[in-house]
């Protein structure tokens, strides 16, 4: 698939966000993330955001007449979700757990410091290359200025209870994540994984 400067090759992986495919763009391995054009301004709020610990957006591009538009981003080849680490038994992470918890704490506190709220915080939304953790998937965050007229789409297990209930967003939610984040970490297990039912996991919380 092509347009404008843009050429996408394979899928890389699917969320409930958009589809994100290897591409090139003007000369450039990046990852191309296909979303919705009525879900493409909040995957714009992570524009200039340019952090080591944030996966830095290069584009986006809209096109009148279509109803997607693709969020052009750095691509890391070695890369792999902090999810995947977090459940493979052959990775030791117990030397890791300190140096990639400050690494996304300093990534969600440069968001913060620009008045972006992330929420939707947790290891699938982590990718780690060499050591290096960056926060991704901005397609829930939303500014300050706009939490008004947010409305919640994240993860449950990993969601804070005021959110749950309807309340505006703060920052204090992107740090309960934080808190949940550092939980699996130490224990490499799921939030709730004793439980396999969605109402459940919200009552908990």
Same mark, same amino acid.
């Given at each position: 698939?092509?347009?404008?400067?843009?050429?996408?090759?394979?899928? *890389?992986?699917? &969320?409930?966000?958009?589809?994100?495919?290897?591409?090139?763009?003007? &000369?450039?391995?990046?990852?191309?993330?296909?979303?919705?054009?009525?879900?493409?301004?909040?995957?714009?709020?992570?524009?200039?955001?340019?952090?080591?610990?944030?996966?830095?957006?290069?584009?986006?591009?809209?096109?009148?007449?279509?109803?997607? +538009?693709?969020?052009?981003?750095?691509?890391?080849?070695?890369?792999?979700?902090?999810?995947?680490?977090?459940?493979?038994?052959?990775?030791? *992470?117990?030397?890791? /757990?300190? +140096?990639?918890?400050?690494?996304?704490?300093?990534?969600?506190?440069?968001?913060?410091?620009?008045?972006?709220?992330?929420?939707?915080?947790?290891?699938?939304? /982590?990718?780690?290359?060499?050591?290096?953790?960056?926060?991704?998937?901005?397609?829930?965050?939303?500014?300050? +200025?706009?939490?008004?007229?947010?409305?919640?789409?994240?993860?449950?297990?990993?969601?804070?209870?005021? *959110?749950?209930?309807?309340?505006?967003?703060?920052?204090?939610?992107?740090?309960?994540?934080?808190?949940?984040?550092?939980?699996?970490?130490?224990?490499?297990?799921?939030?709730?994984?004793?439980?396999?039912?969605?109402?459940?996991?919200?009552?908990?919380?």
């Amino acid at each position: 698939m092509g347009w404008g400067e843009s050429k996408c090759l394979n899928i *890389l992986g699917t &969320g409930r966000f958009g589809t994100v495919i290897r591409g090139i763009h003007k &000369g450039r391995n990046v990852a191309v993330k296909v979303v919705k054009t009525t879900n493409s301004a909040r995957e714009k709020n992570s524009f200039n955001l340019h952090h080591p610990n944030i996966v830095k957006t290069i584009d986006v591009i809209e096109q009148k007449g279509e109803n997607f +538009s693709l969020i052009v981003m750095e691509y890391f080849p070695n890369s792999r979700q902090l999810q995947s680490l977090v459940e493979d038994v052959n990775v030791c *992470l117990k030397n890791k /757990i300190i +140096s990639f918890a400050k690494q996304i704490c300093e990534g969600v506190k440069f968001c913060h410091t620009n008045k972006v709220l992330h929420l939707d915080i947790k290891p699938q939304n /982590i990718l780690v290359c060499e050591d290096v953790c960056k926060l991704c998937d901005f397609g829930n965050s939303v500014r300050l +200025s706009d939490i008004q007229a947010f409305k919640h789409q994240g993860t449950v297990p990993y969601t804070a209870p005021e *959110l749950l209930q309807g309340k505006c967003p703060n920052e204090q939610c992107d740090i309960y994540s934080l808190g949940i984040l550092y939980w699996q970490l130490r224990s490499r297990k799921n939030p709730y994984y004793e439980i396999d039912n969605i109402e459940t996991v919200i009552y908990k919380v």
